[in-house]
């Protein structure tokens, strides 16, 4: 298995893993699915500054990660949101791990210091995998969301890489060799 940056070629397989999230789960609170001009727009706009990397195996993608703005003000450069997808077939596999690993590593060099995510209330297993990589539950929104016919919880979990006592620039992810 290897990690490597997202391509807009890859927009169909990736809107593939995402489907079934929008479809039928909680997963994600989108209500329609994007279409492909749409995703590879998402694709190409994380890609300006953060990192959105896929995950394959013989040509055959297994899953995606990307990172954005934690929030618009100054003060937040140094905070990014993660969130990771991974194909059904390939759930239980260490891919969602590797993504993880990776993707941290490289906000670490972009010299981001909190990560982020943010996971609906009724995704216990996300939940736990997120802690057992050392994400730690800091906020609880209840009934914050409504999908498929009922108000949603969701949980914001918050990673420390490294603190600086002063930190450096924000590195675009453009700039990461």
Not at 75 to 100: C, N, P, T
Request: glycine share 6%.
């Amino acid at each position: 298995m290897q990690i490597r940056t997202a391509k807009t070629d890859d927009a169909p397989a990736l809107l593939d893993i995402y489907r079934p999230h929008i479809e039928s789960s909680t997963t994600s609170f989108e209500y329609e699915v994007p279409s492909v001009l749409e995703f590879k727009s998402r694709i190409q706009e994380t890609l300006q500054n953060y990192p959105y990397l896929v995950a394959e195996d013989n040509d055959q993608i297994l899953g995606y990660a990307y990172a954005h703005p934690y929030g618009e003000r100054a003060a937040f450069q140094w905070s990014a949101e993660v969130s990771v997808y991974i194909a059904d077939e390939a759930q239980g596999k260490g891919v969602g791990r590797l993504l993880y690993e990776t993707i941290e590593d490289i906000l670490q060099q972009q010299n981001v210091v909190n990560v982020t995510a943010c996971v609906t209330g009724e995704n216990q297993n996300s939940i736990a995998f997120h802690e057992h990589m050392g994400y730690e539950v800091v906020a609880q929104f209840k009934k914050i969301g409504f999908k498929n016919g009922r108000w949603l919880d969701t949980f914001w979990l918050q990673k420390e890489l490294d603190r600086p006592d002063q930190p450096k620039p924000f590195i675009p992810f453009y700039e990461i060799p």
